[in-house]
């Protein structure tokens, strides 16, 4: 019987009793199921006997599992080593309750008994994705940007060190000992790196649904730019910093952090095309590229100014309502709070802590008129501006 399979096989094997509880409960299941087709006539049903070609599948149930941080740990019983194995940096939201090992892959069971998540509100925040600014939102009455900075030293650091390592790796020896500890150090370097960017985007990810519920918005509509580089070097669109700037920013990842994480909290997320967002006049519908931060209508009938990226954002907002720009249907808002990401004291670390929690700063028309008619050099105005 199973009982006395348990107690011949008890302590024999490093592995965890549950797993070998498992294991046997799927050998008897196979004598049954042979056994019952053989009754019913298929005499090619065989008993379960040696698998030679085939290696057989270790199960771990959840009280030998254990997650901790990007790793897996399996227990294989007191006193024997555990297995770690490394984990996709994506994974279905739930508890894992259950694994299998194969022959190299490991399958996963999660439980998700999360209830039906009630949508955040009935309001609507569109966002401008961008590299200045990482995310310009505004829901018509206030507006929150979070600073790209961050990011783009990040990303500006990675290419300069893969610049570096091209140089030192094209006068050595393929395969030499200076290029092996070339080719380790330059795998740090991007590992390093890899964690740096990606805990970056999970804070601001954070933040973009954090405005979300604060704003009691169900909806998030973001311009749909992701392909906005993509054969741009064929095209002759751009310069060559520029597209490298903006093929480099990792505005897929982001928004992928942004749907689960509003999935959670009852954010949907949805993408608008966002062609002439940022060049049309929201007051006027008046259409000119403008050149800096700063959105000045050119319209000589129109006095409206703003900062660029809220122009997109509230065009965005008004496309998504109407299904196109509406002239003085949506206006951004005159105050706009910035957050910026700084980084830890620990220099060990060396990662990002979470966004400032903001610095409301002002917009208006006179405050802008004042800096354009000053005699001062107008890009060492423009933080107090944008």
């Known amino acids: 019987s199973a009982g006395d399979f348990e107690k011949h096989f008890k302590g024999k ?34 008993y379960p006997w040696r698998d030679r070609k085939h290696f057989q599948i270790v199960m771990y149930k959840a009280s030998a599992i254990r997650k901790h941080h990007q790793y897996l740990v399996l227990s294989n019983g007191k006193g024997h080593t555990k297995l770690r194995v490394k984990l996709p940096k994506q994974l279905p939201a739930g508890k894992i309750v259950g694994a299998e090992l194969g022959f190299r892959e490991l399958r996963l069971t999660v439980k998700n008994d999360s209830d039906a998540i009630k949508s955040a509100g009935a309001n609507t925040v569109a966002a401008d994705l961008g590299v200045i600014h990482l995310a310009a939102m505004t829901d018509g009455n206030e507006a929150e940007v979070i600073v790209g900075r ?10 300069r060190k ?7 790796q094209s006068k050595l020896k393929k395969g030499s000992r200076k290029a092996r500890k070339l080719r380790i150090s330059k795998a740090k370097m991007l590992t390093c790196n890899d964690c740096q ?13 954090d405005f979300c519920v604060a704003q009691g918005a169900g909806k998030l509509v973001v311009g749909d730019c992701i392909n906005m580089s993509k054969n741009a070097r064929k095209r002759r669109k751009g310069s060559s910093r520029s597209n490298q700037m903006n093929s480099n920013n990792p505005l897929g990842q982001l928004l992928e952090y942004v749907k689960y994480k509003g999935k959670q909290r009852g954010v949907k997320l949805e993408k608008e095309p966002e062609q002439y967002t940022s060049q049309t006049c929201p007051k006027c519908g008046h259409r000119h590229k403008p050149s800096g931060r700063i959105y000045q209508c050119k319209n000589p009938e129109c006095d409206f100014i703003g900062i660029r ?11 998504s309502e109407n299904g196109l720009i509406v002239p003085s249907y949506q206006l951004p808002p005159a105050m706009a709070k910035y957050r910026r ?10 990662c990002v802590v979470p966004l400032t929690t903001g610095k409301l700063l002002d917009t208006t028309l006179e405050v802008a008129q004042a800096l354009l008619s000053s005699d001062s050099n107008m890009s060492s105005e423009l933080p107090h501006v944008a």
């Open 162 to 168: 893969l610049a570096e390592f091209s140089r030192l």
């Open 13 to 46: 094997y490093s592995l965890h009793s549950q797993t070998i509880q498992a294991l046997i409960k799927k050998f008897f299941a196979n004598i049954d199921s042979a056994r019952e087709l053989r009754r019913n006539g298929d005499l090619r049903a065989r």
């Open 309 to 319: 990226d809220l122009v997109g954002a509230a065009n965005i907002l008004n496309k």
């Open 150 to 159: 961050g990011l783009r030293s990040l990303i500006q650091y990675r290419n």
């Open 197 to 209: 960017i990606r805990n970056l985007l999970h804070h601001a990810s954070k933040q973009m649904v």
């Open 341 to 350: 990401p700084i980084k830890t004291p620990v220099a060990r670390l060396n």
